[in-house]
T-cell receptor, first 108, second 115 residues
């Protein structure tokens, strides 16, 4: 299965944008890029997904490199409630490989 | 909708005992997934069902683990006999279908402690 690489942790100041990177150099043409986040003591929560084009929703934006070997999750204005572990996942069919994710700390 | 419902939220049991975890998916969702999360191994997919039929159980660690989905609104994950290394948080998730474009909705998890 294709896998992803993310920094273990990142920090951001409150109300500033956050760019969370993800490398997925072995991505195949049918792999969708999904992002989930997990708040403390909760189950993972869907954030956004895409295939080739950049995507926006109410929670975040997803920027996908032209060669699809990397992507970036963008939180436009971090709040304290955004402190969580963010997982970048490649999905083909039913398989989700969550990896270790990036732990985001938001500093007030 | 109430979301994915799991019970119990916490379970403490002794080694050798049978443990049954329960999950009620979101109404109308056709796919159901069982995950296990530990500090050492992170989130691992154990098994998933589509239309109540087990499709992929390659993540089930050993024969002590079994999962059933007798109908569209209920699934169980059973461990018999339980061992201390089974201690983890077990998540159930459901999705409209298993195709890659649909997101999964996770329950709050069951924290299992085996002493």
């Amino acid at each position: 299965d294709a896998k992803t690489t993310q920094p273990n942790s990142m920090e951001s100041n409150e109300e500033e944008p956050v760019h969370l990177p993800c490398n997925h150099s072995t991505i195949s043409g049918t792999d969708y890029i999904h992002w989930y986040r997990q708040l403390p003591s909760q189950g993972p929560e869907y954030v956004i997904h895409g295939l080739t084009s950049n995507v926006n929703n109410r929670m975040a934006s997803l920027a996908i490199a032209e060669d699809r070997k990397s992507s970036t999750l963008i939180l436009h204005r971090a709040t304290l409630r955004d402190a969580a572990v963010y997982y970048c996942i490649l999905k083909t069919g039913n398989q989700f490989y969550f990896g270790t994710g990036t732990s985001l700390t938001v500093i007030p | 909708d109430a979301g994915v419902i799991q019970s119990p939220r916490h379970e403490v049991t002794e080694m050798g005992q049978e443990v049954t975890l329960r999950c009620k998916p979101i109404s109308g969702h056709n796919s159901l997934f069982w995950y296990r999360q530990t500090m050492m191994r992170g989130l691992e997919l154990l098994i998933y069902f589509n239309n109540n039929v087990p499709i992929d159980d390659s993540g089930m660690p050993e024969d002590r683990f079994s999962a059933k989905m007798p109908n569209a609104s209920f699934s169980t994950l059973k461990i018999q006999p339980s061992e201390p290394r089974d201690s983890a948080v077990y998540f159930c998730a459901s999705s409209l279908t298993a195709v890659p474009t649909y997101e999964q909705y996770f329950g709050p998890g069951t924290r299992l402690t085996v002493t």
